[in-house]
């Protein structure tokens, strides 16, 4: 029973829904966890940062718990983190840019989940007010709500859908949004 805390508070559901669709397996999910954690050594020009149980399986979660894939996932995410520094200071929703972000809807986070248990973001692209919220500060609010949403395991195993409504969005809003921007943005989501 000692690996079951890992998976504590899942409905049976959704532990089966992990076992079927994400090759789930809660007997070995300690050696799984493990071998990703064999590999942080491969990768000493990153700093991981968090390399506990918990946080390494949310990686096994979202890519199947092909462990390769998930260690580059994980290498991925914190050297995403050590190149882009200053978008991670003040990382709290309390941050004024980030705040302001949030209270203008981006993104909103919708109560219900959809039919198949994922959190809906959505994000209303002509509603940007470039005096109001700079890109990077609304990008750093949608990255600070995934991270915040993912802590819950069910969204782990169910996952996000992201809805970005670009109507009447205008070619001045469109002209801040530069190559390297839009890079930032996408690496930052994957």
């Known amino acids: 029973a000692e690996m079951t805390h890992l998976q504590a508070g899942l409905s049976p559901e959704t532990i089966e829904k992990a076992r079927l669709e994400l090759n789930e397996n809660p007997d070995v ?15 000493p020009d990153i700093g991981f940062l968090r390399t ?12 199947k718990f092909h462990q390769t894939e998930a260690f580059r996932l994980l290498a991925q995410y914190f050297q995403y983190r050590q ?5 991670f200071k003040n990382f709290k929703a309390d941050d004024p840019g980030i705040k302001r972000a949030l209270t ?52 782990q195993i169910n996952g996000f859908i992201l809805i970005i409504d670009w109507s009447n969005f205008s070619f001045k809003q469109a002209s801040k949004l530069t190559p390297s921007i839009l890079k930032l943005a996408i690496e930052g989501l994957q």
């Open 29 to 43: 999910l300690h050696q799984d966890i493990q071998q990703v954690r064999d590999m942080i050594i491969t990768r």
């Open 52 to 63: 506990d149980d918990a946080f390494i399986l949310r990686f096994l979660r979202a890519r």
């Open 83 to 87: 190149l882009n520094l200053d978008m």
């Open 104 to 155: 203008d809807g981006f993104p909103g986070v919708l109560e219900n989940r959809d039919h198949c248990g994922r959190k809906i973001l959505l994000l209303f692209a002509a509603n940007w007010d470039q005096s109001r919220n700079s890109f990077i500060d609304i990008l750093r609010a949608i990255l600070l709500s995934l991270e915040v949403l993912i802590e819950d395991q069910e969204l």
